[in-house]
C-alpha cells in the first residue's frame, strides 16, 4: 500500500504484537497458573486478576503508539491502562508468594517468570511516560529488549517451569542442563541489547550477539535430546 516507514506502518506491527503477548501468551500462562493454584488451594484474587487484566489489555495498546506523539489523551488512557495491570500484577503476586511445589528447580523457574513478569508491566507503567516513549523509540534495542523480557524471560520460562512440575520424574540433569543453557543465552542476549541501546559499545557485538543467540536454540535441542532419551532409550 505504499505505507512502509509511516506511523501507520509501526502501529499495525506493535498492533500485532501487544495482542499477541500481552493478550494471547499472557492469558494463556495465567490461565495455566491459576489451574496450579487452584490445585493447592491459593488462588484467592484469581478473580480480580483477570477482570483488571481482561479490562485493561486492550487500552493498554495505546501505550505502543505514544511514539508518535498523540494527543495527551492517549498517554492518560494507556498509563491507566498500565497501572491496573501493575495493580493486577500485585495481586496475582500475592497469590503466588503463597504457592509452595515440592520441585524447587519448578520454583524457581515459576518465580524467575514471575520476576520478569512483573518487570515487564512496571516498564509498561513507566512507558506512558513521555521521554520514556520516546527514549524507547530511538533505540529500537530497547523495544527488542523488552519483548525478549516477555517472550523468554516470562513465557518461555514459564512454559519451562510448567513442564517441570508436571513432569518432575522425569527430569534429568541434562534437561536442567538445557534450561539454564537457555538462560545463559537469555541474559546474555539481553545484556547485550541494552548497553548497545544505552550507548555503551562492547567490542565485537554483532560477533557476540550471533554466538549467544545460537545458544538458545542449543539449549532447546539439549532438552529435546535429553527427553528422547529418557523415553525411547
Known amino acids: 500500500m505504499g505505507k512502509g516507514g509511516t506511523p501507520l506502518y509501526h502501529n499495525a506491527i506493535y498492533f500485532y504484537l501487544h495482542f499477541q503477548y500481552n493478550g494471547f501468551f499472557t492469558f494463556t500462562v495465567l490461565a495455566v497458573l491459576y489451574a496450579l ?27 505502543s503508539v505514544l511514539w508518535n506523539g498523540p494527543s495527551p489523551i492517549f498517554y492518560v488512557i494507556g498509563g491507566a491502562a498500565a497501572l491496573m495491570q501493575v495493580i493486577a500484577c500485585i495481586y496475582l503476586i500475592k497469590d503466588f508468594g503463597k504457592l509452595q511445589l515440592e520441585s524447587k528447580f519448578a520454583q524457581w523457574l515459576f518465580t524467575l517468570a514471575m520476576f520478569a513478569f512483573a ?18 523509540y530511538h533505540s529500537r534495542n530497547f523495544i527488542i529488549a523488552y519483548l525478549h523480557l516477555v517472550l523468554l524471560g516470562f513465557i518461555s520460562l514459564f512454559a ?11 527430569i534429568t540433569s541434562s534437561f536442567k542442563k538445557g534450561i539454564l543453557l537457555f538462560l545463559f543465552a537469555f541474559i546474555a542476549t539481553e545484556t547485550l ?3 548497545n541501546a544505552m550507548g555503551l559499545a562492547t567490542a565485537f557485538y554483532n560477533e557476540q550477539l550471533v554466538v549467544y543467540s545460537s545458544l538458545l536454540p542449543l539449549g532447546i535441542a539439549v532438552l529435546f535430546c535429553s527427553v528422547l532419551r529418557r523415553n525411547f532409550f
Open 119 to 136: 518487570l515487564k508491566n512496571v516498564l509498561q507503567l513507566a512507558s506512558a511516560f513521555p521521554i520514556v516513549a520516546n527514549l524507547a
Open 160 to 170: 519451562f517451569a510448567a513442564i517441570v512440575q508436571a513432569n518432575n520424574h522425569l
Open 193 to 195: 541489547l541494552l548497553l
Open 37 to 63: 493454584l487452584g490445585k493447592n488451594g491459593v488462588e484467592k484474587n484469581g478473580n480480580t486478576v483477570f477482570k483488571l487484566f481482561a479490562s485493561s489489555f486492550i487500552p493498554a495498546y495505546f501505550l
